[in-house]
């Protein structure tokens, strides 16, 4: 059975991520129009709304399908998969006409299609929303009061971050319930985008890195019409740390011949280039950015670690500001920020060996095992008998740069039953139905109540396995991470 034939029969089983972690897997050079088809059928089935990447999803879906414009753009599949794509993306007017070919090229009575009737019921939900309400002096949805708001958020080498999302969040709440904009329609919007995206960046964890490139896809269009260049680069450092180096590459390559005057990109950019074993253009870069921001003590310092052949993580260890920079190269600074600092890092580049051991160690199989959605998920059995989630939260790159040993050990601690059943107090047992593991190598296990149908609780353990505290939830604004 070829690849691709299996791949069709896991759909037929509904096994649509184990499509996805086989034919994310393939070498460019293994890449066929068959392959992005079915891939992209797959990412459109896994898009359920009420999961956190749905969209993101369904933009990869429509970059998959898109090179192969003029070879299938006259198929059925096609054009009902783009259709189907922008559909559930809410984007009514981009759907129809994909939607409207699709229903000419029907192939009549074959189940493995959609109905016509069923066609024509998307045709006929593609509603086209009014326009949006902007602000006469911006153009954006944000009002110059919300954007001074902004920017008040920002001290410089410091900022209030969190407290600049959840305004953004309670302006798109606040503007859909008044009948102003669509939810989509606050995701197109490019000043939304680039503020949105300004505050996950500068919060720094991996979730909010996440939220960030799961943001910025809908104004795609808006910063390409406006040669936006800081769009591209807050994108692409969102990429960067969520793991997707090559997309992160394309759009920062992308942004610097939008617009070549703005000096970050060239930043990530030479860190990029070198990552790839593309010195010279990597010094190109920087002198290209030291062109447009001369003596900038970022670029100098990225000069110095491309001759000296730095990797990837070790150009990202670093703050902005050269006094809490060298505060953090000589140890001197915060511990507790230096830690934080390298677990995101470790969500960079993955180790293709140690990933390998991982999926040998836990039996990972494409057909039970979600990965950087935005965490890794496994369906274990422990004991061979005993159904149980293993959450690790993080991403792949992430889980590559774990101890081996303390791997193998909460593997041990799994199989040997020791977490399988808690008593919660006198009267109340559990059985494990979940296992969380944390970057910082913390776990928590989740007990469903025995007896009783939507009851859990929950414990914590430290690194080395004895029962600790409930994290907190981590909300505090810090340092600027961003140019």
């Given at each position: ?151 008040s958020c920002d001290e410089g080498t410091y900022g209030y971050f969190y407290k600049m999302l959840h305004h953004l969040y309670e302006l798109i709440q606040r503007g859909i319930e008044e009948g102003r904009f669509t939810e989509v329609q606050a995701r197109q919007d490019l000043q939304m985008a ?290």
């Amino acid at each position: 059975m070829t690849v691709l034939e299996q791949c069709q029969a896991w759909h037929e089983q509904d096994k649509h991520n184990a499509i996805v972690n086989t034919l994310e897997a393939l070498p460019d050079s293994q890449r066929t129009a068959e392959t992005d088809m079915e891939l992209a059928r797959a990412y459109n089935n896994l898009a359920d709304p009420g999961k956190v990447n749905a969209r993101d999803l369904l933009w990869r879906a429509i970059h998959r399908m898109e090179p192969h414009r003029s070879r299938l753009q006259d198929t059925y599949s096609w054009n009902f998969r783009m259709g189907y794509a922008y559909y559930y993306l809410d984007m009514g007017d981009a759907a129809r006409p994909y939607l409207e070919r699709a229903l000419a090229l029907h192939p009549g009575d074959d189940p493995s299609v959609n109905t016509v009737s069923e066609l024509r019921e998307m045709i006929d939900g593609c509603v086209t929303p009014p326009p949006p309400q902007l602000d006469p002096d911006t153009g954006s949805i944000l009002t110059r009061e919300d954007i001074d708001f902004l920017r008040s958020c920002d001290e410089g080498t410091y900022g209030y971050f969190y407290k600049m999302l959840h305004h953004l969040y309670e302006l798109i709440q606040r503007g859909i319930e008044e009948g102003r904009f669509t939810e989509v329609q606050a995701r197109q919007d490019l000043q939304m985008a680039l503020w949105f995206c300004y505050a996950c960046n500068n919060i720094g964890t991996y979730e909010y890195y996440y939220q960030a490139a799961m943001w910025m896809p809908d104004s795609e269009a808006a910063a390409d019409a406006a040669g936006c260049g800081m769009w591209y680069y807050r994108y692409a450092c969102a990429l960067v740390y969520c793991g997707r180096l090559s997309e992160a590459r394309r759009y920062a390559e992308a942004g610097a011949l939008k617009d070549p005057d703005y000096p970050w990109t060239w930043l990530l950019l030479g860190k990029l280039r070198a990552h790839d074993g593309c010195k010279a253009q990597a010094l190109e870069a920087v002198q290209k950015g030291l062109a447009l921001v001369p003596g900038d003590y970022e670029f100098l310092t990225l000069q110095q670690e491309i001759l000296a052949g730095a990797s990837l993580e070790q150009m990202e260890y670093h703050w902005i500001d050269p006094t809490a920079d060298g505060d953090l190269q000589d140890g001197q600074g915060p511990q507790e920020d230096a830690d934080e600092k390298m677990r995101v890092i470790s969500c960079i580049v993955t180790d293709p060996k140690r990933l390998r051991q991982f999926y040998k160690l836990f039996r990972c199989q494409p057909t039970d095992y979600e990965r950087n959605c935005p965490y890794c998920t496994l369906h274990y059995k422990v004991r061979r008998k005993y159904p149980v989630d293993l959450v690790f939260r993080m991403n792949e790159a992430a889980i590559s740069k774990i101890d081996p040993d303390w791997l193998h050990l909460q593997k041990e601690r799994l199989d040997d039953g020791r977490w399988l059943t808690r008593r919660a107090r006198l009267d109340v047992t559990g059985t494990l139905d979940t296992v969380l593991i944390d970057l910082g190598r913390t776990v928590s296990l989740i007990y469903k109540v025995d007896g009783a149908e939507d009851q859990f609780f929950q414990v914590w353990l430290d690194s080395d396995g004895n029962l600790t505290s409930p994290p907190d939830s981590g909300e505090e604004d810090g340092a600027d991470d961003e140019a």
